[in-house]
């Protein structure tokens, strides 16, 4: 420690507070600072009824001035003006002098260095630097930094505060462009207003600054050669955004507003697409020569677009063509997310997205957050919407800094803007802006606000806009009057010029996506030479040099060593064919991200990709050092999240078509937790927008005495959203079929794109009856129906064809009625979705003699593939034949809570199976309908 006069402002304090512990208790400092004090006197007091003298000085004031400034810098913002429409700011006791001992008289007695820092310099007295201090922090910005823990992220926020190093005049603002730019804003609001009553646009007005501000932004990002900037927001404000910032034409906004339903016939229901409203849809622009700025669409579930634009912005600044593991480079993507007030807190996406923001997986290298903030939900006030001071109250929790600021004071706007690039682009750490405004009009334009808020919209209504308010300043600066109102008469008149020449069924072009080649998913060849699966064997075997794994799995390892030596033995599980897949697919130049819950190891500890050194804790990924590989192998565990997790994982898939992306549940029936997602992206995204996801969902499923939670991953919710060929849906009996499966999505990922659910196995992963030949993998294919091979040697004895799908299959085929019964065919349908048609009327066909046709499920009646697969037999059996279904009956519960319980009725269901029936009537030979 210094002596004396090295100590000010806080430093001093600091001491002081140091010493009067020590006196009260020496062993409360430690050593070095103890026998400091031992030789050390602190100056003499003055009297406490003055600040200084001659002979000394006031310690006590010194004190309270330094924490005075230090609650104005942490608290200042409770006492900010940043509500447009006047209401008082809460404020807090902390910011008056008198609760440090001291007060005005006493800071104006006291040097301007007390309070240290770079505002303590330009003022001669404590009383002047606290007073720049509240105008800084107190003004119409608050800036909430005290839960910012790292010293010098703090720090550099400090300094950029007090500096003014973003606002005027150090940073300038061309008053006449942004004038211009809120006029813009503006004027199409109005124009929609006036052309189209009525109809709904959730217009922006009340925070027109928001698009200067993503302005600043992006050209922050322009400027230091981002490559992507990915905006993700709901609808209030879209359509402007839309047009301004992303530079949607004002024609096709206007048609869609002249109803394209009437104007033209282009929407195309036989191809799936049915379109989505005008203020969901998405957008991209390039900026300048190397920046793309694009809009993520987004539905009306307002926040949960934010882990998919999370995900995009990942899969952009990601290399992943090299081998090993992908390069992430924050520095080439930018994701903007704009929220709602009541959204923000309200739903939980927000803060299941905020969690991955510095997970190694999933980090983006910094969000930058806009809250548009117009005090009021639809009809909730803040009151009623969250339990935090602010509506970002939630972003505290992640030490991201925040910045109030009031939406009707361009340059403070302007100024948190740009502090939130600069912040990002130095620390690759989210950044949030609250602009908080209003809303001129109710939650939509046909909506009467004054029947809940009536005293807030007769304050609306006297209220100028952030326009005209920014008019006003510039022609008092420039003594040039009636500038603004030539400039809204020239916006209107193109806007009006635009209106009159528009032709709908022209300015309208739907992204309907072009349908894949016609068999592209049959024709596809998914077989590796057997010489080549050996050799990939072989590398994924070795160990790097001094690695120590666990002996069991060790163990195991060498057991697969010999897995190729017979060609006919079934020495291949199902971890194996996986493995051997992802190795195959990423020798065929495609790369693999995979990600899950407990996806390293596997649920059901079956996977193992990535190995610890037992004495190190090193970690060995074989999939990334596979000497074959031409692609990246990237695998992560996922956070205990389903609706963001996916949602990013969707959201990385769109942005990187080309690559396999994978997400496993750790139980299947998990994917509830993703429900949203899954309904407006997974399953629609094509019909409403146009895209054409591949994202791969593997979900445990499987009744095994587990209870209600852990036996079903719910395929018929699936079947119930299955739709124009919209998704493939899979329940795999076989390593080969999971084998083929794989490497078909792969292979399609660019000719024949679609989401693909596989229900994948637990107690069967290491079953024998499971398991495949190497012959499979290196001449077989994906095979969507698999016929009974023991039936078909006896097919004219055979009286039931009994399909089923799953586990259920080894269930049956291993029970004892199985090794007497004659008279039934089980059959196993392993494509649920598209339904195999020619591989069902295959089967039926091969056996003359049938009596009936059974589906079989685990299911309960109203769960399962029933209701969905019930018409497509009677069409296809088209009376010939009945179809009858055995399984659990209805029940408002997956399965029972009893293992006891589960194994009885299971016995039960397989005994059924092989029961003998005498058929009603005796069909005609004409079982089955030809195929058109």
Not at 899 to 909: D, E, G, P, V
Request: hydrophobic fraction near 40%; glycine fraction near 8%.
């Amino acid at each position: 420690m210094g002596g004396w006069n090295e100590f000010q402002g806080l430093n001093a304090g600091y001491v002081l507070e140091l010493y009067d512990r020590y006196r009260h208790d020496p062993d409360s400092v430690d050593a070095q600072t103890r026998a400091y004090f031992e030789q050390w006197t602190p100056p003499e007091l003055a009297p406490p009824t003055a600040a200084a003298t001659s002979d000394g000085i006031d310690l006590r004031a010194v004190v309270g001035a330094a924490t005075l400034a230090e609650s104005i810098r942490r608290y200042g913002h409770l006492a900010a003006q940043i509500d447009p429409l006047g209401s008082r700011p809460t404020g807090d006791p902390a910011l008056a002098p008198e609760a440090h001992g001291i007060n005005d008289d006493v800071l104006k007695l006291l040097p301007a260095s007390v309070v240290s820092g770079p505002i303590a310099e330009g003022a001669t007295t404590a009383a002047a630097a606290i007073a720049a201090l509240r105008q800084v922090y107190s003004s119409r910005s608050g800036f909430d930094f005290a839960h910012v823990f790292v010293p010098e992220e703090r720090e550099w926020l400090r300094l950029a505060v007090e500096t003014g190093r973003f606002r005027p005049p150090v940073s300038p603002i061309d008053a006449d462009a942004l004038l211009d730019r809120l006029t813009q804003v503006e004027t199409f609001e109005r124009f929609l207003h006036r052309t189209f009553p009525g109809k709904t646009r959730f217009s922006m007005e009340g925070l027109d600054m928001l698009v200067p501000v993503l302005d600043t932004v992006i050209d922050g990002a322009r400027s230091a050669g981002l490559q992507h900037v990915l905006i993700g927001m709901a609808h209030r404000g879209r359509l402007n955004v839309l047009a301004h910032v992303l530079g949607k034409p004002y024609e096709q906004i206007l048609a869609e507003y002249k109803d394209p339903a009437q104007t033209r016939t282009g929407y195309r229901i036989d191809l799936g697409w049915t379109g989505d409203v005008k203020y969901h849809a998405g957008a991209l622009r390039r900026v300048g020569a190397g920046l793309q700025v694009s809009m993520a669409p987004n539905p009306s579930h307002l926040e949960f677009v934010n882990p998919v634009v999370a995900g995009m912005a990942r899969a952009a600044g990601t290399e992943a063509a090299q081998p090993g593991r992908p390069l992430f480079k924050a520095d080439r993507t930018l994701p903007v997310l704009i929220h709602g007030d009541a959204a923000f807190p309200g739903q939980g996406i927000v803060a299941e997205t905020l969690n991955l923001s510095r997970l190694d997986g999933y980090t983006t290298g910094g969000t930058i957050h806009v809250i548009a903030n117009n005090q009021l939900g639809f009809t909730a006030t803040p009151a009623e919407s969250y339990s935090t001071s602010y509506a970002s109250g939630l972003a505290r929790g992640f030490k991201i800094p925040i910045v109030h600021v009031n939406a009707d004071d361009p340059a403070a706007c302007l100024e948190a803007a740009r502090m939130a690039w600069a912040y990002r682009a130095r620390f690759q750490r989210d950044f949030l802006i609250d602009l908080v405004g209003y809303r001129r009009y109710g939650h939509n334009e046909g909506d009467e606000p004054g029947f809940t808020q009536p005293l807030m919209y007769q304050r609306i209504a006297n209220h100028p806009t952030v326009r005209e308010q920014w008019a006003r300043q510039v022609e008092t600066a420039t003594g040039q009057a009636g500038t603004a109102p030539l400039l809204i008469d020239r916006r209107m008149k193109a806007l009006e010029q635009v209106y009159e020449q528009l032709k709908p069924e022209e300015a309208l072009a739907p992204p309907v996506p072009e349908p894949p080649p016609a068999g592209a998913a049959r024709q596809v060849r998914t077989a590796v030479p057997f010489d080549r699966l050996q050799q990939l064997n072989a590398a994924l075997l070795t160990r790097p040099d001094g690695f120590t794994g666990h002996r069991k799995l060790e163990r195991g390892r060498e057991r697969r060593a010999s897995m190729f030596d017979a060609l006919d033995e079934r020495t291949i599980d199902w971890a194996a064919a996986e493995e051997l897949a992802y190795a195959s697919i990423l020798a065929d130049g495609i790369p693999i991200r995979l990600t899950g819950e407990d996806v390293q190891r596997g649920t059901f500890s079956h996977r193992h990709a990535a190995f610890r050194d037992v004495e190190t804790g090193a970690i060995d990924i074989p999939l990334q050092r596979l000497p074959q590989a031409r692609a990246s192998f990237e695998i992560h565990n996922s956070p205990l999240s389903e609706n963001a997790t996916v949602g990013f994982e969707y959201g990385y898939n769109i942005q990187a078509p080309e690559r396999l992306v994978l997400w496993e549940a750790q139980y299947g029936d998990f994917i509830n937790g993703a429900q949203v997602i899954l309904d407006q992206f997974v399953t629609s995204a094509r019909a409403k927008w146009g895209q054409t996801p591949s994202l791969v969902l593997l979900l445990p499923h499987g009744y095994e005495g587990q209870g209600p939670e852990h036996s079903s991953a719910r395929p018929e919710r699936f079947l119930a959203a299955a739709a124009d060929i919209n998704l493939r849906l899979a329940n795999c009996t076989t390593a080969a079929q999971y084998f083929h499966l794989l490497r078909r999505q792969a292979l399609l990922l660019q000719t024949d794109p679609l989401p693909l659910v596989v229900l994948t196995p637990k107690s069967l992963l290491r079953h024998p009856l499971v398991a495949s030949t190497p012959r499979e993998l290196a001449e077989g294919g994906w095979r969507p129906v698999i016929d009974d091979e023991q039936a078909r040697q006896r097919a004219r004895d055979v009286r039931r064809v009994l399909f089923c799908s799953g586990k259920v299959f080894v269930d049956l085929v291993s029970a004892e009625a199985r090794q007497t019964d004659r008279r039934t065919a089980v059959c196993r349908i392993e494509q649920l979705y598209p339904f195999p048609v020619e591989g069902v009327e295959a089967v039926l066909q091969a056996y003359p003699e049938a009596d009936e046709v059974v589906w079989l499920q685990e299911e309960p009646l109203n769960m399962g593939a029933w209701d969905f697969f019930r018409p497509a037999f009677e069409e296809l059996l088209d009376g010939g034949l009945p179809v009858r279904y055995l399984g659990r009956p209805r029940s408002a519960s997956p399965s029972e809570g009893s293992s006891s319980w589960h194994t009885i009725n299971q016995k039960m269901l397989v005994a059924e199976a092989y029961a003998a029936t005498t058929p009603e009537r005796r069909p005609s030979r004409a079982r089955v309908k030809a195929k058109a």
